[in-house]
Nanobody
Framework: QVQLVESGGGLVQAGGSLRLSCAAS????????MSWFRQAPGKEREFVAG????????SYADSVKGRFTISRDNTKNTVYLQMNSLKPEDTAVYYC??????????????WGQGTQVTVSS
């Protein structure tokens, strides 16, 4: 079972940037589709971005298209989320997630503990 550890969250002003990282344990990282979700206070968890096992397929939520970029480095067992032009409505706990032997990054089975991102206006 993979373990996921997020880092890189913090407080940033609107218009700023942050890069989230998610380090995965184990030696089979390339067998996992990876994704980022977020949950704002009082709201349901929502999909943000996903990347297939090979990196050849990527999807974004409409709310972050053109501002966020997901990438993965299979040699480092790490997935990233570069977040630019941040808005106060991006404030949430961001979760890294994974699903093995599938490219369905919308329905992950494994979750990290989350990292807080706060965007001030």
């Amino acid at each position: 079972q993979v373990q996921l550890v997020e880092s890189g969250g913090g407080l940033v002003q609107a218009g700023g940037s942050l890069r989230l990282s998610c380090a995965a344990s184990g030696r089979a990282f390339s067998t996992y589709a990876m994704s980022w979700f977020r949950q704002a206070p009082g709201k349901e968890r929502e999909f943000v971005a996903g990347v297939s096992r090979s990196g050849g397929s990527i999807s974004y939520a409409d709310s972050v298209k053109g501002r966020f970029t997901i990438s993965r480095d299979n040699t480092k067992n790490t997935v990233y989320l570069q977040m630019n032009s941040l808005k106060p409505e991006d404030t949430a706990v961001y979760y890294c997630a994974a699903r093995q032997w599938s490219d369905n990054y919308y329905s992950p089975f494994f979750w990290g503990q989350g990292t807080q991102v706060t965007v001030s206006s």
